[in-house]
């Protein structure tokens, strides 16, 4: 995927395309690390999502958004960007904990502590 940065004239639109390439990478490896489905995630959300954030990153790149997006979505289509079933436990982890943060009170807080507590994530120690 490196190999995707191409004949850029400023180094700044190196770095903008070295982001879009680290997209792409993190949305195409499968991944056992906590950290790494959370980067997959939010990736794949970045793409996704078409926001000011990722269409000013593509300009700065010099890359057209459209384009890059259509790029994704044939990966995606094709079946290239898949999530294992560490991933998506990870991802419910996540969004269980935000969860969490966000209870305003106890009684809300146990009962996702509990959903959270039993989430079975392949390789992931339990706390005893």
């Known amino acids: 995927m490196a190999t995707a940065i191409i004949n850029a004239k400023y180094s700044e639109q190196k770095l903008f395309q070295a982001i879009i390439v680290q997209a792409f990478e993190d949305c195409v490896t499968p991944t056992c690390s906590k950290v790494d489905a959370y980067n997959k995630e939010d990736s794949y959300n ?71 507590d039993k989430i079975d994530i392949p390789g992931a120690e339990k706390k005893k």
């Open 46 to 116: 970045w793409f996704n999502e078409n926001s000011e954030d990722f269409k000013t990153i593509c300009w700065y790149a010099d890359m057209d958004p459209d384009f890059v997006r259509s790029r994704f979505n044939y990966l995606n289509e094709k079946g290239q960007i898949k999530f294992t079933k560490s991933e998506k436990m990870w991802m419910e982890y996540r969004a269980k904990y935000k969860a969490y943060r966000a209870a305003n009170t106890i009684e809300e807080r146990r009962k996702i502590k509990k959903n959270i």
